[in-house]
């Protein structure tokens, strides 16, 4: 018979949406002791947020997260909100005993992630944040070949993260759907948004980072604001280049921008270490390439491996080997992961702590990218 965990749910938007669905299906699929309960949605526009809890089954609606954060029904906050929200909503949640499941980035700055790690280690809570493609069965997959020692010692981590949806000068900054464009709700641009997924998944893949130096830019600096209806200047960076040492001697270069004509979400990374090498790419998430400099003669190439078989990472729960899973599917992998952490009182990573290293990382790469200095990371 399994436990209740009943969830209240911060914001409706695009990851409310990936959220909800990974609670509804998680115990289709993963045997786990404790079974996600749908207890509340929050949002500020009742009408909407109702017919959102009416799609997917909430059962109760707030306006006011602070009311939610201090319902006795409620065991875990999940927090969707736009980035400048994280910090209090989770300080809120932590003092009144909640687990906490936080998107990403943890934070507006390194600082705030402190405040937040603080909160959740003094409460004692479980605390997880949302780098989801972590759980992308390839990644994990590329994660057990790199610690198994297969690729030797590591010289290069090459990473992309590229869009081109924020091109036109006529679009607006702030409010509904367009906050990422708001310094003020984002806290940065591509940095903080989708540099923040690469670089975790760098850290996890290949350790941490020693220092960095980046060039950041804004090609449209001034951009009406729908909050206010002026035209204000844009304080976000619309792209990011960085390069940096790893602790492991190796060295990294990064990228991502929204003005990279043709690219919706081209994230990709490759590693190459003295025995072989791994390439990923988002567009084609069910699939590692791997170049193995053991493979002797003709037939030496890179491997397409489609990552379906049951012996590979969280697989054996779904289909028969051959047929792959999506995006999706690295939320519900994610929850799977917090319940087993719940029931076995293990970390569920990556925790606010381990996330803290990415904002100090970004942090860095935005202070350099004014300075036009290196930045050593604390
Ligand atoms: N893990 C990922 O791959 C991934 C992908 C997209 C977004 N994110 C992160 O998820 C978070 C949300 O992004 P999104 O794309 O879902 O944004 P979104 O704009 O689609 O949704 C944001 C939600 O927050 C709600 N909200 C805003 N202010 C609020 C308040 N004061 N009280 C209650 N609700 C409020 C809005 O009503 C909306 O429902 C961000 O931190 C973002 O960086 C992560």
């Known amino acids: 018979m399994s436990k209740p965990l009943n969830i209240g749910m911060v914001g409706y938007g695009f990851m409310g949406r990936t959220h909800s669905n990974a609670y509804r299906k998680v115990t289709n699929f993963f045997n786990t002791e404790y079974k996600p309960v749908l207890k509340a949605v929050c949002a500020r526009d009742e009408a909407k947020v109702r ?14 997260w602070r009311k939610l954060v201090e319902r006795k029904d409620i065991d875990a906050i999940d927090i969707c909100t736009p980035n400048n929200l994280h910090h209090d909503i989770a300080i809120a949640a932590a003092a009144n005993g909640k687990m ?17 790690c603080q909160a959740v280690e003094k409460a004692g809570v ?14 994990t997959f590329a994660k057990q070949l790199i610690d198994e020692g297969r690729l030797g010692r590591i010289f290069h981590y090459r990473a992309n993260f590229l869009q081109d949806w924020t091109i036109s000068a006529d679009l607006p900054q702030g409010g ?3 906050w990422r464009l708001d310094a003020a709700a984002a806290g940065s641009g591509v940095t903080g948004d989708l540099l923040a997924h690469c670089i975790d998944t760098a850290v996890w893949l290949n350790g941490s980072m020693k220092n960095v130096t980046a060039m950041t830019e ?37 990228e991502s921008t929204r003005y990279a004509r043709g690219h919706k979400a081209l994230y990709t990374f490759e590693i190459n270490g003295e025995n072989g090498s791994i390439k990923w790419d988002l567009h084609d998430l069910h699939r590692l390439q791997w170049f193995d400099y053991k493979d002797e003669g003709p037939l030496r190439g890179w491997r397409s491996i489609h990552v ?28 799977a992961d917090f319940l087993e952490g719940v029931e076995k009182g293990t970390p569920v990573c990556p925790t606010f702590r381990d996330s803290l290293e990415t904002q100090k990382i970004c942090d860095a790469v935005l202070k350099s990218g004014k ?5 050593e990371i604390e």
């Open 100 to 116: 906490i499941l936080c998107e990403k980035p943890l934070s507006m700055n390194a600082q705030e992630g402190e405040a937040m």
């Open 51 to 64: 017919g959102f809890a009416d799609t997917w089954g909430y059962e109760s609606i707030e306006t006011d």
């Open 308 to 335: 379906t078989d049951s012996d590979h990472p969280y697989m054996s729960h779904w289909w028969v080997p051959g047929l792959q899973i999506g995006y999706e599917h690295s939320f519900v992998h994610h929850v």
């Open 371 to 375: 300075s036009g200095s290196w930045a």
């Open 218 to 254: 804004t090609f449209v600096k001034e951009r009406k604001h729908n909050l206010t209806g002026k035209v204000e200047k844009v304080s976000i960076d619309d792209a990011c280049a960085f390069l940096c040492h790893f602790k492991n001697g190796s060295l990294g270069l990064f």
């Open 126 to 139: 479980v605390n997880t944040v949302w780098y989801n493609y972590r759980k992308v069965p390839a990644v």
């Open 176 to 178: 509904a759907a367009l």
